[in-house]
Nanobody, 126 residues
Framework: QVNLAESGGGLVQTGGSLRLSCAAS????????MAWFRQAPGKEREFVAA???????YHADSVKGRFTISRDKFQNTQYLPMNKLKPEDTAIYYC????????????????????WGQGTQVTVSS
């Protein structure tokens, strides 16, 4: 497991932008894949975006074209720039990591990730 620390959340108006960061406590391993999930009040934690160990990216339909996951393996950090934010994007955003390699379709699944950050609040006002 790895310790993860998110940052970059905050309050923004509809249409605004934020960039989330997630710093890992150790250097990225060859099979590390990372992801972002979010949880709104009263709702289940849902997939937002993932980047696999071979840098294939996945995005939820609700954020495609607005959010883009990326990472810097040398800085042990992943990023989630979020543009054109909507009130429905309001949630706590969690960073996650797995050191195991999975088939392509698995990276959207919450259960494959064994390390999680504490979360960062994103609030989008209308």
């Amino acid at each position: 497991q790895v310790n993860l620390a998110e940052s970059g959340g905050g309050l923004v108006q509809t249409g605004g932008s934020l960039r989330l960061s997630c710093a890992a406590s150790r250097r990225s391993g060859a099979s590390d894949s990372m992801a972002w999930f979010r949880q709104a009040p009263g709702k289940e934690r849902e997939f937002v975006a993932a980047i696999s160990y071979i840098d294939t990216t996945y995005h939820a339909d609700s954020v495609k074209g607005r959010f883009t996951i990326s990472r810097d393996k040398f800085q042990n950090t992943q990023y989630l720039p979020m543009n054109k934010l909507k009130p429905e994007d309001t949630a706590i955003y969690y960073c996650a990591c797995t050191a195991r390699a999975y088939s392509n379709g698995s990276y959207v699944l919450r259960q494959i990730y064994d390390s999680w950050g504490q979360g960062t609040q994103v609030t989008v006002s209308s």
